[in-house]
């Protein structure tokens, strides 16, 4: 199974900002979909955002306005830029990928996605 490279992680204050990086080993951004997801201490995994190979973007409530998420299928590479961070947002974050994006219920489940990545941890301090 493919693995997925995050990176960009870290601990940061209040409102500042940072932008996570998820690099594929094969081109799995240009036909399917890829999402972030994460898991807060003591709580489930969830949604955050998702792509699909054509562009359209998807984002939970919690974080819709402040992150944005975005591919370069050139370098096979998608980004999550997350602003006004809050210390709710303190997670690992996980990516993932699916091969191929059939409708968009989807991109919500966890267990539709083919490759996952080893998270990297976002902390937010108050």
């Known amino acids: 199974q493919a693995q997925l490279v995050e990176s960009g992680g870290g601990l940061v204050q209040t409102g500042d900002s940072l932008r996570l990086s998820c690099a594929a080993p094969e081109r799995t951004f240009t036909s399917g979909a890829a999402g972030w997801f994460r898991q807060a201490p003591g709580k489930e995994r969830e949604f955050v955002a998702a792509i699909t190979w054509n562009g359209r973007t998807y984002y939970s409530d919690s974080v819709k306005g402040r992150f944005t998420i975005s591919r370069d299928n050139a370098k096979i590479t998608m980004y999550l830029q997350m602003n006004g961070l809050k210390p709710e947002d303190t997670a690992v974050y996980y990516c993932?990928?699916?091969?191929?994006?059939?409708?968009?219920?989807?991109?919500?489940?966890?267990?539709?996605?083919?490759?996952w990545g080893q998270g990297t941890q976002v902390t937010v301090s108050s």
């Open positions: 993932a990928a699916k091969r191929i994006y059939t409708d968009d219920d989807t991109l919500y489940r966890q267990r539709d996605y083919d490759y």
